[in-house]
């Protein structure tokens, strides 16, 4: 599967939250929240490409997964054929899921009408996905609308690494334009300052764009921004752990499925220990191989 680094400490995710807080000016109410966010559980889908693994085309192999939000916990894992991409493999990855009441999120490579009409029509999903430049009239329509269009600011701040950042999430059911793209219920604006943390001085501000099929009476906006900032965990909690922990990119093998049947390990292995409650993932895999009792517990053999 692999060897762990030396080092004890693990890169700790961006996404966690140091702190929360709500604008003075923000009407939602922490009881309004807590109702209706009881049901949404969150799917994040993305690739990731293993770059020792190098085909004789001079490729990578590429393989595509689904990892839960809360847990961690990836539910499912295919390979990408060179031949094709991701967004023709996030069908297959998904078509055999029961993802009924189940919020799916993905980057922007996924903001495709096909997948939308996939989730909610034939997976009675949700989904809440980004949308950029390469889907210009969609991101058009939405980064255009005015600010007389967007709800009040919900926004959440954490500290960390001498910075401080914030995000802050705006809502707005004006869908003028948006209605070629299937099941819409909201577009979603996210603003992400950082500032220094000594100094107050900006770093730097960026705007983001989502949809959801997520109507305001079903999730608040503490909920949505807590979708999109979870989504990028499987970046850390995933695929970061498997390249500096595990040593996946430092690995050579190519042939066959072998790659992915690995990469399938190593997901196994990250699973059982996050779900053992184990948070350093490197420090588990070395109280497991210095005693092998322990490993075998947790598989309650």
């Known amino acids: 599967?692999?060897?762990?680094?030396?080092?004890?400490?693990?890169?700790?995710?961006?996404?966690?939250?140091?702190?929360?807080h709500k604008d003075a000016d923000d009407e939602e109410s922490t009881t309004k929240s807590d109702t209706l966010d009881t049901e949404l559980f969150g799917v994040a889908v993305d690739g990731k490409s293993l770059r020792g693994a190098i085909k004789q085309d001079g490729?990578?192999?590429?393989?595509?997964?689904?990892?839960?939000?809360?847990?961690?916990?990836?539910?499912?894992?295919?390979e990408v054929s060179h031949k094709t991409n991701e967004i023709k493999a996030f069908r297959p990855l998904l078509e055999d899921m029961d993802l009924s009441?189940?919020?799916?999120?993905?980057?922007?490579?996924?903001?495709?009408?096909?997948?939308?009409?996939?989730?909610?029509?034939?997976?009675?999903?949700?989904?809440?996905?980004?949308?950029?430049?390469?889907?210009?009239?969609?991101?058009?329509?939405?980064?255009?609308?005015?600010?007389?269009?967007?709800?009040?600011?919900?926004?959440?701040?954490?500290?960390?690494?001498?910075?401080?950042?914030?995000?802050?999430?705006?809502?707005?059911s004006a869908l003028?334009?948006?209605?070629?793209?299937?099941?819409?219920?909201?577009?979603?604006?996210i603003e992400r300052t950082v500032d220094d943390l000594k100094t107050g001085d900006e770093l730097s501000t960026e705007t983001a764009y989502y949809v959801t099929s997520l109507e305001e009476t079903r999730a608040s906006k503490a909920k949505l921004l807590g979708f999109i900032r979870q989504h990028w965990g499987i970046e850390n909690a995933l695929h970061w752990v498997r390249d500096a922990t595990m040593g996946e990119d430092r690995s050579k093998v190519r042939s066959g499925s072998a790659p992915r049947?690995?990469?399938?390990?190593?997901?196994?292995?990250?699973?059982?220990?996050?779900?053992?409650?184990?948070?350093?993932?490197?420090?588990?895999?070395r109280s497991g191989s210095r005693n092998p009792a322990r490993a075998l517990a947790l598989l309650a053999l």
Do not use: W
Not at 1 to 20: W, Y
Not at 130 to 147: C, D, F, G, R
């Open 176 to 189: 003028d334009g948006l209605l070629s793209f299937p099941h819409v219920a909201q577009v979603i604006r």
């Open 101 to 172: 009441g189940v919020v799916v999120t993905a980057d922007a490579m996924h903001a495709q009408r096909d997948h939308a009409e996939f989730l909610v029509t034939e997976k009675h999903a949700d989904f809440v996905l980004q949308v950029k430049e390469n889907q210009p009239s969609l991101y058009n329509a939405i980064s255009t609308l005015e600010e007389t269009a967007f709800s009040q600011h919900y926004s959440e701040t954490n500290k960390g690494h001498g910075r401080y950042e914030t995000r802050s999430i705006q809502v707005s």
């Open 1 to 20: 599967v692999g060897a762990s680094r030396s080092d004890d400490k693990e890169k700790k995710p961006q996404n966690d939250l140091a702190e929360q």
């Open 59 to 78: 490729r990578c192999v590429h393989l595509f997964s689904a990892m839960t939000h809360t847990e961690r916990v990836v539910i499912a894992q295919n």
């Open 261 to 285: 049947a690995l990469a399938t390990l190593r997901n196994l292995v990250i699973s059982i220990l996050r779900l053992a409650g184990v948070t350093n993932i490197a420090k588990g895999l």
